[in-house]
């Protein structure tokens, strides 16, 4: 976790005060559920509601001497607690206490993407509604296709970043998961029950088969979810920064006034957040492998997961979390420019009209080879080639006007049939 990607309310889940505190708050559930249970006595687990506490420093400092992290936790809890202190972990493992923390960070992790996912949600809506009828030129292998309209291919954004929604609600189900079931995960110093009402005062459910360990495919679904989301977002990116691009200029980030673009070309307007996010996205799909490395552990655990586990998830949380409120800026303080929309969709006399023309053709009667031919012939002539003019070669090309009347032909050359069944999608969308 770098400050620079670092925001406030998910850089605050993840600190070491914050695992600390996921710590005791599973150590105390179990104190409650063993005190409800009749196993410890409700003078001692008032001391422990009371004075349970940590100091993160001090934890270090014992941590160093005893080469052992929940040692050194629970040790300095116990020198505030004092003598209560004793039914603290009492039939416990460490990874109870790791894994049901982990958890808690994770869900609560969720809940914040989730949040700047539902952001995004409605930034992409009011630009996809406010330009419905907004025609660009579509295009596949990166040329030019057929007309769309810049609200068709916001749909398709709103509607990916639903299903990452669905995905993430999902996840925040599946990751909620916590286990209080002793070494090797058998419940031989514990009771099932301790580990039930644990799981209940802590907004989790008991795993269903925990070994030592909570298994890794859990977390490797976690970091595998994120790094889809992100992919998302980097799709959403790279055709910002394809549409920005100095020939096409479709659509611009903003550029706040004193901003500069190059420390030695005073012209230049780059789409650096949209190339930020594709950066990181990058960062976020570096980790999948480590994740599903982490699933196959020694039998009933190892600790291998561990050293991956303290960089990986705080970083997945934290750069996805950056890249959503990022990607909502962009998205929200988006320039669209449809003179130059118009201007790309119409070059070279609006050859992307041509399969328009070729049924056209077709319909008044000629084969569809010789129609092919012909079309070809004329958008060929027009394709790159200065003052090239594809409408007006197909106006004085006899074979053409022929079959086609003046207003015949320039019905070809309406986007009215691009626009016409959009109304489905809007539909399905809300829109």
Request: with cysteine.
């Amino acid at each position: 976790m770098i400050e620079r990607y670092t925001l406030p309310e998910m850089g605050n889940l993840w600190t070491d005060k914050a695992k600390y505190q996921s710590w005791l708050d599973v150590e105390v559930a179990a104190c409650e559920a063993n005190c409800s249970l009749g196993r410890v006595p409700e003078d001692a687990m008032e001391e422990i509601r009371t004075k349970a506490a940590f100091e993160p420093e001090r934890i270090l400092e014992i941590e160093a001497e005893v080469r052992h992290d929940v040692i050194a936790f629970l040790t300095n809890v116990n020198e505030h607690v004092g003598d209560a202190g004793r039914f603290i972990h009492v039939g416990m493992t460490s990874s109870d206490v790791l894994d049901t923390g982990v958890a808690l960070q994770l869900k609560a992790s969720v809940g914040l993407l989730r949040k700047e996912l539902a952001d995004l949600d409605q930034a992409i809506a009011k630009l996809a509604i406010a330009h419905k009828a907004t025609v660009m030129i579509g295009r596949s292998h990166a040329i030019h296709g057929e007309p769309i309209t810049f609200g068709f291919k916001l749909a398709g954004w709103l509607a990916e970043t639903r299903r990452n929604a669905e995905r993430l609600e999902r996840l925040e189900r599946d990751v909620a998961v916590g286990q209080i079931s002793g070494a090797m995960g058998t419940y031989a110093n514990t009771d099932p029950e301790v580990e039930r009402l644990t799981c209940e005062r802590l907004d989790l459910t008991p795993d269903t088969a925990s070994t030592q360990v909570i298994s890794r495919d859990r977390h490797a679904d976690y970091v595998q979810t994120l790094a889809l989301v992100g992919a998302s977002l980097d799709r959403f990116a790279t055709e910002i920064r394809n549409l920005q691009r100095t020939d096409v200029l479709e659509v611009e980030e903003s550029f706040a006034k004193g901003q500069k673009g190059s420390s030695a070309m005073p012209h230049k307007r780059n789409p650096i957040r949209s190339e930020r996010i594709s950066g990181l996205a990058r960062v976020l799909r570096s980790y999948v492998v480590a994740a599903l490395e982490n699933v196959a552990l020694w039998h009933e655990r190892d600790i291998s997961h561990s050293s991956t586990e303290r960089m990986m998830l705080p970083d997945c949380s934290v750069t996805l979390h950056f890249m959503l409120r990022e990607m909502t800026a962009v998205v929200s303080q988006l320039g669209v420019y449809p003179d130059n929309m118009r201007r790309n969709m119409n070059v070279y006399g609006g050859v992307v009209f041509s399969q328009r023309v070729l049924l056209g053709l077709v319909d008044a009667g000629m084969s569809r080879e010789d129609a092919y031919r012909v079309v070809q012939r004329n958008a060929h002539t027009a394709w790159n080639t200065d003052g090239g003019d594809f409408r007006g070669n197909l106006e004085a090309d006899p074979d053409v006007t022929n079959k086609l009347n003046p207003e015949q032909l320039a019905a070809c050359f309406s986007t009215d049939l691009h626009q016409a069944n959009l109304g489905v999608i809007w539909s399905r969308l809300g829109l």
